[in-house]
């Protein structure tokens, strides 16, 4: 894709970054989001193990699974949760649950 589309998209693979703005997604609905992926992270690794990613690439990538370049022999430093838009609201609800299993509300 050209453009904006072309640009985000190299964003998201590459060095770079990008920032959405005029979105029209409320600060209070952003900040409970924040709110539950810290919560989420902050579980024991048992825990958020019971939502492993699967061969679909969606749920919880633990630190050191992944990597970028396979080449380059480095792996993420970073914890992830993977979704897609479709399944947003199924995973909502399973962190939901495990959140409340821990009292991380």
Do not use: Y
Request: proline content about 4%; hydrophobic content about 40%.
């Amino acid at each position: 894709p050209d453009g904006c589309a072309g640009a985000l998209g190299a964003a998201a693979r590459g060095p770079g970054f990008f920032l959405l703005s005029h979105h029209g997604i409320g600060t209070d609905l952003i900040a409970q989001v924040f709110d539950r992926a810290d919560a989420f992270f902050a579980m024991p690794q048992e825990e958020k193990a019971r939502v492993a990613i699967d061969a679909g690439n969606r749920g919880w990538a633990a630190e050191g699974s992944e990597t970028l370049d396979p080449d380059s022999g480095q792996v993420d430093r970073k914890e992830a949760f993977n979704m897609s838009l479709r399944e947003l609201q199924a995973a909502c609800a399973r962190i939901s649950r495990l959140c409340r299993t821990w009292a991380c509300r």
